[in-house]
């Protein structure tokens, strides 16, 4: 049967309510039938980041809600070097052939994919889905009056490591993992 897959990537460094609002909101907008979220193994642009297994346990934990229609891949963990989006897509198209794949990004994204290695070849695959962010709302947005709420991991991070009020951006079981794990709150300066 043929299905349409939204590939959401990311760092997920934590995620947070706009992750999970993003996901739903594409679901709700789209004719997808699924998305794939596959958390970045290695940055290609070389961004450090929490472990793995961290945060795709939080990237979980964010999506519970939505599980029925998202499902949580480690695939970028079974191959060495970085995580290019698209070998990824290459991967994805050869285990399903018959999928059709849309890559969902943020608004906020867009200036960084002339950076991508092979973003012609991307846009081909998985046609691009454009999140709007307020701040990038003329970044290849058409006309939205709808916007995710502007959050951001770095900032987070931040805040975690100070020792400041998190729980509007987060949900309450990432969060619960995060002081479990004692994650973020040792940091001397932010994770970027």
């Not at 793995?52 to 079974?78: K, N, Q």
Request: net charge neutral.
């Amino acid at each position: 049967m043929n299905q349409n897959i939204g590939i959401f990537g990311g760092t997920f460094d934590p995620p947070h309510i706009s992750h999970t609002l993003a996901c739903l909101y594409v679901l709700e907008t789209t004719d997808l039938d699924r998305i794939h979220i596959i958390p970045c193994y290695r940055h290609p642009l070389g961004k450090a980041a929490t472990s793995f297994e961290h945060r795709v346990a939080m990237t979980r934990l964010a999506m519970e809600s939505l599980r029925d229609r998202v499902e949580i891949s480690e695939m970028e963990a079974e191959r060495e070097g970085s995580s290019y989006t698209i070998d990824t897509l290459r991967i994805l198209r050869e285990r399903m052939p018959d999928a059709h794949f849309s890559l969902i990004i943020g608004s906020d994204i867009l200036k960084e994919t002339r950076q991508w290695k092979s973003f012609d070849e991307i846009q081909r695959i998985a046609p691009l889905i454009i999140l709007p962010r307020p701040q990038f709302a003329s970044e290849g947005v058409r006309d939205f009056r709808f916007f995710l709420p502007d959050i951001s991991s770095t900032e987070i991070r931040r805040r975690l490591s100070a020792g400041e009020d998190v729980t509007p951006y987060l949900s309450r079981r990432v969060l619960d993992y995060i002081r479990q794990h004692n994650l973020y709150q040792s940091l001397k300066e932010p994770l970027k």
